[in-house]
């Protein structure tokens, strides 16, 4: 779907604060509060806008660890792919999952209080899908950049960055 300048602003803005009124969006985006209204339902119906979150920091909730695992399958073949993908989109750990080029099937960012959390995670649920065939692990050392708000048109989206 095309975005105009406006709903790209619009994006931007709630972007970096999505629990804003649609008057504040309105005021900051120089539209008044009936179209801006009518804009947000029409990219919520469209499926520009999915949903509505809070950024939690994982620390203050007990989630220390981060690790980035690398999976291979032992077939590639349509039914693995999606008894994986099933598997692992039940294991609340699993914060993303991409299907891979490259010398893995599969990226998982993965979130654990621990050491000892993440091990039993591999131990008890990741090796446990039928066709995984090899896994590599590594550990984040901290946040160099970690960004939620998608790049869309101007640079107003940029503001959220946060590091």
């Given at each position: ?53 809070a ?32 598997a692992?989109a ?74």
């Open positions: 779907m095309p975005l105009d300048q406006m709903d790209s602003r619009i994006l931007a803005e709630l972007q970096n604060d999505g629990r804003m009124t649609n008057q504040q969006l309105s005021d900051r985006i120089g539209l008044s509060p009936s179209p801006c209204l009518r804009r947000v339902k029409q990219l919520e119906a469209d499926g520009v806008i999915t949903r509505y979150v950024l939690i920091e994982p620390t203050r909730v007990n989630l220390g660890v981060t690790a980035f695992v690398r999976v291979r399958l032992d077939q590639q073949d349509d039914l693995r792919l999606s008894i994986f993908e099933e692992v039940a294991f609340p750990e699993v914060m993303e999952c991409y299907l891979m080029t490259g010398d893995a099937d599969y990226q998982l960012r993965v979130i654990v209080k621990d050491l000892h959390a993440f091990e039993e995670f591999l131990r008890r649920k990741l090796t446990k899908i039928p066709g995984v065939s090899q896994l590599t692990t590594s550990f984040a050392l901290r946040p160099v950049i970690y960004k939620t708000a998608l790049p869309i048109g101007d640079r107003v989206a940029d503001r959220g960055a946060a590091s």
